[in-house]
């Protein structure tokens, strides 16, 4: 099946510093992809829609200067956690869809 | 508003045991729907259900959707402890570009 990574897998930063992640699809070109964050034991959910080469679409509540997104390309989306504070701490996931909706593997990212 | 409903939230079973997952769903411009194992990382894909009564099979996992009554459900007979984990359904809107619509998972737990 098609393939989704995300970069880094794991990452821990001093609060206020901003931290890029990084989300590739390997073996197809995604116009649209999703990010979601998981907080423990919730489920996922959507942060915003990535669009190759227009602005993202952000859902309620997720502060777009905070989270920016770049979908630059047909295979790269970035997501850039802004003044990362000690509550911004969840697990990140990607996905592109095709017919089906492919996952990344997730970036835990951790602020002190 | 869309919304995916799943049930149990969290279940405990022993090893061996039969166990049904359920989820209903109410989304406009429904298109299929998909179950999702999530362990530690990023959610692994399971089954892609569009079509209703048509039961989908993967060693002792299966699952069928009932497009009438909006429900699926996923059964896994003779469970192992590797089947720990949550399990996630999601319903795929119809429009492109769309992301899907998350239930809220059930927590499988399987003692041996």
């Known amino acids: 099946g098609a393939v989704v990574s995300q970069h880094p897998s794991w990452v821990i930063c001093k609060s206020g510093t901003s931290v890029k992640i990084e989300c590739r699809s390997l073996d197809f070109q995604a116009t649209t992809m999703f990010w979601y964050r998981q907080f423990p034991k919730q489920s996922l959910m959507l942060m915003a829609t990535?669009?190759?080469?227009?602005?993202?679409?952000?859902e309620q509540g997720v502060e777009k200067d905070k989270f920016l997104i770049n979908h630059a390309s047909l295979t790269l989306s970035t997501l850039t956690v802004t003044s990362a504070h000690p509550e911004d701490s969840s697990f990140y996931i990607c996905?592109?869809?095709?017919?089906?909706?492919?996952f990344g593997p997730g970036t835990r990212l951790t602020v002190l | 508003e869309d919304k995916v409903v799943q049930s149990p939230l969290s279940l405990v079973v022993h090893e061996g045991d039969t166990v049904t997952l359920n989820c209903s769903y109410e989304v406009t411009n429904f298109r299929s729907l998909l179950w999702y194992k999530q362990e530690k990382k990023a959610p692994t894909f399971l089954f892609m259900l569009t079509s209703s009564g048509i039961e989908k099979k993967s060693g002792r996992l299966s699952s069928i959707l009932d497009k009438k009554e909006l429900f699926s459900i996923l059964n896994i007979t003779a469970t192992q402890t590797g089947d720990s984990a949550i399990y996630l359904c999601a319903v795929v809107p119809n429009q492109a570009g769309t992301a899907l619509i998350f239930g809220k998972g059930t927590t499988l737990s399987v003692s041996s």
């Open positions: 990535s669009n190759e080469g227009s602005k993202a679409t952000y």
């Open positions: 996905s592109a869809r095709l017919l089906e909706q492919f």
